[in-house]
């Protein structure tokens, strides 16, 4: 089988140990794609897209997250796709451009038999971006500074667990590789600060305990994040 990634430096991408012939391609096949024919597309059978835009500019996110998928969907419709996408496009109280852009993309994805969606929540661990959520906190943390919390209920997913096989796996149309336990962020910000013997002020302004995804499938059931998170700890205070 023959799997082209879309998205070569994507953290997630990065640490899966792919057992079929792959063949990556980074940001720059993306200032290619306007001028893309059919012909110019290299074989394969399944496509996965892992590119992502988090920022705010609004023309830049629709066309990472949304538009620039449709097209490559568009130039080659019998071909097999797995977008990924964010478990925040179930969360109607998430208003961010990021999950609109990649609700767009669900949308149109839900019209093919031949896309499947495979939904990820916060996955983190060792060589992620120092700017993403869990990263930015162990910073904080480690420099003792003053951190403000809008409280939730978040599930952490440790990268170890976005294997081939649950990427693969083609019993679902929206695959949601995702822990069934969540935890308010409060609390894993306090456990980080005790492993890290951190002197940070932790200021707590809002809390909210509803758990928006209680109710849906999560294939990963139970996960305990704690080694991974003391792990991270351990591998950036190395690196600061």
């Known amino acids: 089988m023959k799997i082209k990634v879309l998205g070569k430096n994507s953290f997630v991408a990065r640490n899966i140990l792919f057992s079929n012939e792959v063949k990556y391609f980074d940001k720059k096949y993306l200032n290619q794609i306007d001028k893309l024919e059919k012909f110019k597309i290299p074989k394969w059978d399944i496509l996965i897209?892992?590119?992502a835009y988090y920022g705010e500019d609004k023309i830049v996110s629709e066309h990472v997250n949304y538009k620039y998928f449709k097209k490559i969907f568009?130039?080659?419709?019998?071909?097999k796709y797995i977008y990924i996408s964010t478990l925040d496009t179930l969360n109607k109280n998430v208003k961010s451009i990021y999950k609109l852009n990649k609700l767009k993309s669900e949308i149109f994805s839900s019209k093919f038999e031949n896309i499947k969606v495979v939904r990820l929540s916060y996955p983190f661990g060792l060589g992620q971006s120092e700017d993403r959520l869990i990263p930015k906190i162990i910073q904080k943390l480690n420099n003792n500074t003053e951190i403000v919390i809008n409280d939730f209920l978040i599930r952490l997913t440790p990268v170890n667990y976005i294997?081939?096989?649950e990427i693969l796996n083609e019993n679902f149309k929206h695959h949601n590789i995702t822990p069934?336990?969540?935890?308010?962020?409060?609390?894993?910000?306090n456990k980080l600060k005790k492993n890290l013997r951190?002197?940070?002020k932790i200021?707590?302004?809002?809390?909210?305990?509803?758990?928006?995804f209680a109710d849906i499938d999560h294939s990963l059931g139970i996960v305990?994040?704690?080694i991974y998170l003391s792990n991270l700890c351990?591998?950036?205070?190395v690196n600061i």
């Open 234 to 237: 351990k591998a950036m205070i």
């Open 49 to 51: 897209y892992f590119f």
């Open 198 to 200: 951190s002197k940070s």
């Open 224 to 226: 305990d994040a704690n």
């Open 163 to 165: 294997t081939e096989e």
């Open 203 to 212: 200021l707590i302004k809002n809390t909210n305990c509803i758990d928006q």
């Open 180 to 189: 069934s336990n969540s935890e308010l962020f409060s609390k894993i910000v």
């Open 74 to 79: 568009d130039l080659n419709i019998s071909k």
